[in-house]
């Protein structure tokens, strides 16, 4: 199960059981044991033991409510009629079984105490990560939607990028850090690719232009620059420029390394998933900043 599979049913099945303790809807053994399922599809292993021990005990304690609250009935005294012949004798009804329903009820309070007890550790359990995966899924939905608009302009301008797309997605759900390492790689060519097309290498010839007293080399392997240039000629505003440009720049730096690790086969540079996820992220923001002009 991929990691957005993974978040959307953790939150769907934590509102399910805060909706099942909240409404009383099913038996807290049940609810413990759909908790033991938000614990491992949130990878909490910790409290998967717990969760499920916690099913089995609250199963006992409800059976032994049902089958106290079955015998407190049968308890009941029955109606009796008492008299006696004697006008001065006092009669006194049977003691009962007053003594035995005293017990049950106290049984069952007790049990009942016991419960309440795992409810609530359950319900601030299950509401804690329904919070967590709230707010994770808001910022989920501004970068889908940031992704998407991506997405679609870049489909304009280079169709053939939806293959990139595909490489990308499938490196980043890997469990392998080489293809972690070949996502990254995959965005420095899908930069250099849109470079390729808003402003092309060499322009009039050149393989370096002038650019405010400076030189800048624009060749092919030149595609930060080249991009840049595309800004500084588009761009409104100084400091978007200055902004975009240099986080282009770090980016594209970063971006290269990887390349060149990648091409020696060598793939140390990436350590972790979210390292490449944080590269693809940011190649998206600055796509989005760079089509917008």
């Known amino acids: 199960m991929n990691p957005t599979d993974r978040h959307t049913e953790a939150l769907h099945l934590a509102e399910d059981i805060l909706k099942n303790i909240e409404l009383s809807e099913i038996p807290l053994s049940n609810i413990c044991l759909k908790a033991t399922r938000l614990a491992r599809l949130t990878l909490d292993t910790e ?3 717990v969760l499920s021990t916690w099913s089995s005990s609250c199963a006992s304690t409800e059976a032994y409510i049902e089958a106290a609250k079955l015998q407190l009935s049968a308890a009941e005294d029955k109606p009796i009629s ?3 012949a004697n006008p001065s004798q006092i009669v006194f009804p049977p003691a009962g079984n007053m003594g035995e329903r005293v017990g049950l009820r106290k049984g069952i309070e007790k049990a009942q105490g016991n419960l309440q007890e795992i409810y609530t550790k359950v319900y601030k359990y299950v ?3 329904y919070f967590q995966k709230k707010f994770s899924g808001i910022s989920q939905e ?3 939607s940031t992704r998407t608009t991506v997405d679609n302009k870049l489909k304009e301008l280079i169709p053939e990028s939806v293959k990139k797309f595909i ?3 499938e490196n ?4 392998n850090v080489e293809d972690w390492s ?3 790689h995959s965005c420095r060519k899908l930069l250099k690719d849109v470079a390729d097309k808003l402003f092309p290498s060499n322009p009039g010839g050149f393989s370096a232009i002038d650019r405010k007293g400076k030189k800048v080399k624009v060749g092919d392997d030149n595609y930060v620059n080249r991009l840049i240039c595309y800004i500084e000629d588009r761009a409104g505003s100084d400091t978007f420029k200055s902004v975009i440009g240099s986080n282009l720049q770090y980016t594209g730096e970063r971006m290269d390394a990887i390349s060149d690790a990648i091409q020696k086969g060598s793939h140390t540079d990436i350590k972790s998933r979210y390292e490449a ?3 693809v992220i940011y190649t998206y923001l600055l796509l989005g900043d760079i089509l917008s002009l």
């Open 47 to 49: 409290n998967v033991e």
């Open 82 to 84: 008492i008299s006696s």
């Open 127 to 129: 509401l804690n990560i």
């Open 142 to 144: 501004i970068f889908e």
């Open 167 to 169: 490489s990308i997605y």
């Open 172 to 175: 980043l759900k890997s469990d």
């Open 182 to 184: 070949n996502a990254v």
């Open 277 to 279: 996820e944080r590269f």
